[in-house]
């Protein structure tokens, strides 16, 4: 004998099936418009965005061209060209051409004599948020040099002494200046002390060291560096392991 349907859940399932149609139905009433401007305005926002994108890198590109032009137009001594090419450059909104090219500015005002222009460059540059740390740094140093003449020791000290520690990727150039700025002040100490570690620093550029160590040796600090050696051994001697090579070369002698 065959059984009796289930009629009451069938029914059930049904009444629900026709409430969930309708609870949809009045949904999209009441918000389907809504709903629909909301997905028209995501849509206009991915394509502004998109072209944005695409306006932005077709930009740099043009800007990358013209600052190849500058830097040509200067090669062939081409100033007032290169200038022209440069002063929009100088506005955009690309924080690494405008940077590019405002420090190319105060270059050619520096090459000009024009310290107190080139400074004024640099100094806007060092001070501009927008433009990534390193430059603004290499932008403070580069306006303490054009202004150095002209700065009392103690700003020179205290404009550079974030910068003055070994480690920091301009700590040849600021410690120099410093340690310059400390003779300058009588403080012979502090000067050779500094001289010292810019000797024993490998980052620092040779050029920069050998003048630290001559300096160091002046005001009685042992800088010298064996260059092979610390090449070989992946690490710069320090000052009391250069002093004890040296009396053991003495003996040998």
Request: aromatic share 6%; proline share 4%.
């Amino acid at each position: 004998m065959a059984l009796p349907p289930k009629t009451d859940q069938a029914f059930l399932r049904e009444v629900d099936e026709e409430l969930r149609r309708d609870q949809l139905a009045g949904f999209w009433t009441t918000w389907g418009k809504w709903v629909a401007v909301a997905v028209v305005a995501a849509l206009v926002a991915l394509a502004g965005y998109m072209y944005w994108q695409h306006r932005r890198e077709t930009t740099a590109g043009v800007e990358g061209e013209q600052l190849q032009i500058a830097y040509d137009a200067l090669s062939a001594d081409k100033v007032a060209e290169a200038s022209k090419t440069l002063t929009p450059l100088a506005t955009s909104d690309s924080a690494g051409y405008s940077a590019l090219a405002r420090f190319t500015e105060a270059d050619i005002l520096l090459q000009k004599e024009d310290m107190k222009g080139g400074a004024a460059k640099l100094a806007a540059i060092a001070a501009d948020t927008s433009v990534a740390q390193p430059f603004r740094d290499l932008a403070l140093i580069r306006q303490t040099s054009a202004e150095y003449d002209t700065l009392k020791p103690q700003v020179v000290v205290e404009r550079l002494r974030r910068l003055a520690v070994t480690g920091n990727p301009w700590f040849g150039s600021a410690g120099e200046m410093v340690a310059v700025a400390y003779l300058r002040q009588g403080q012979r100490p502090q000067a050779g002390a500094m001289f010292g570690q810019i000797a024993r620093d490998a980052g620092v550029p040779e050029t920069i060291r050998q003048r630290a160590v001559q300096m160091a040796g002046v005001l009685g600090v042992d800088a010298v560096v064996d260059t092979a050696a610390s090449k070989a051994s992946g690490a710069a001697p320090t000052a009391s392991n250069t002093g004890t090579a040296s009396n053991e070369d003495t003996k040998a002698q």
